[in-house]
């Protein structure tokens, strides 16, 4: 069964960078659409952004648009989230799952959820 994990969370000041990392464990990942959502606490989850599965399309919810990019290495069947410029409402614990399209990912539609990666931005 394909299973997801993501990395690359930790804590860093209002400005800073992350890139996070979600990585599949078979080497099908080529097949699937990626998206990443995140869940603050006492907040509902958000989906954040979306890959399709050769990365021809991503798409990015207004909140995020200039300051996180989506990308894929299917090579390394890995897909990874740079967040630059971030603010303290992006705190959040971040999770990734197979997505099949940005309908599903305004939805909340996703398989294969990993177990997320802590983002906390705080001076």
């Known amino acids: 069964q394909l299973q997801l994990v993501e990395s690359g969370g930790g804590l860093v000041q209002p400005g800073g960078s992350l890139r996070l990392s979600c990585t599949a464990s078979?080497?099908?990942?080529?097949?699937?659409?990626i998206g990443w959502f995140r869940q603050a606490p006492g907040k509902e989850r958000e989906g954040v952004s979306w890959?399709?599965?050769?990365?021809?399309?991503?798409y990015h919810v207004d909140s995020v648009k200039g300051r996180f990019t989506i990308s894929r290495d299917n090579a390394k069947n890995t897909v990874y989230l740079q967040m630059i410029n971030l603010k303290p409402e992006d705190t959040a614990v971040y999770y990734c799952?197979?997505?099949?399209?940005?309908?599903?990912?305004?939805?909340?539609?996703?398989?294969?959820w990993g177990q997320g990666t802590q983002v906390t931005i705080s001076s």
């Open positions: 078979e080497l099908i990942l080529d097949n699937f659409g």
């Open positions: 890959i399709s599965n050769n990365g021809a399309f991503t």
């Open positions: 799952a197979k997505v099949a399209s940005v309908m599903a990912l305004r939805a909340g539609r996703g398989d294969y």
